[in-house]
């Protein structure tokens, strides 16, 4: 019995319970999804800016009813 819990406390006293550091490295953009990308940033920003208009439309339409 001894001679296994010898080795198995070795095994488990061995384990590092923290990952190694993983090196960090710059993320290159595919040049065929670029374009993607780009699409997807200025559909974004329209999003917003028609999230406003909408919005102080409905402020406006509220002011006027009251």
Known sequence: MKWILIPLTLILTACDPTPPPQ????RTPDPVFETQIKAMEKAHAVEGQMNNATEAQRQQMDA???
Request: charged fraction near 15%; proline fraction near 14%.
């Open 23 to 26: 090196p960090e490295t710059v």
């Open 64 to 66: 006027a009813t009251q």
